[in-house]
């Protein structure tokens, strides 16, 4: 192990770069089909999915668990992934309130925190069930709450919940 990388952190470096490197190399195929938004979002989601099939767990999300402990340059590429996943949904969720395809209140940074969060919250709670079902949900039902209504975005950006009822 020492002939290759110096240290504990220069392996665990390694490591993080090669899985962010794969990661997002899947973003950038994604991307590169022109997708609609719900259809990326929905790929996004089957990468973690995908992971979990596999009885394994997202890297950097398990390395979050223990981020205090890690050594700096492990922290930076830990928060690394987590930015560059973000910034990457972030502008999905723009394509999509352009679109008229995704509805969600406030600024598209706050709800590709919260999609980021979910979805690594998930993984982590559906592992000790071993069951890839309660994941599925859990990521269908944080994905359906972006859908914009049928009858457009602009009710959904308005907030107007209200429904017309005729007597």
């Known amino acids: 192990m020492h002939y290759h990388f110096a240290s504990k952190a220069d392996l665990g470096e390694a490591l993080i770069s090669r899985y962010s490197t794969r990661f997002f190399e899947a973003l950038a195929e994604v991307d590169a089909t022109g997708a609609a938004a719900p259809v ?63 509805a969600f209140a406030g600024p598209a940074c706050d709800t590709a925190r919260m999609i980021v969060s979910g979805l690594e919250g998930a993984m982590l709670v559906t592992r000790p069930y071993g069951d890839a079902a309660r994941f599925q949900m859990a990521a269908a039902s944080l994905l359906a709450s972006l859908t914009a209504p049928p009858d457009g975005p602009a009710r959904a950006q308005r907030g107007d919940s209200t429904e017309r009822h005729d007597r």
Not at 44 to 71: F, N, W
Not at 77 to 95: I, M, P, R, T, Y
């Open 40 to 102: 990326k979002l929905a790929a996004y989601a089957k990468l973690y999915a995908d992971v979990l099939s596999e009885q394994k767990m997202c890297l950097c999300g398990m390395l979050a668990a223990e981020y205090p402990t890690l050594p700096r340059p492990m922290q930076a590429a830990v928060v690394g992934f987590f930015d560059h996943s973000e910034h990457w949904l972030e502008a999905v969720l723009e394509q999509g309130r352009d679109e008229g395809s995704l």
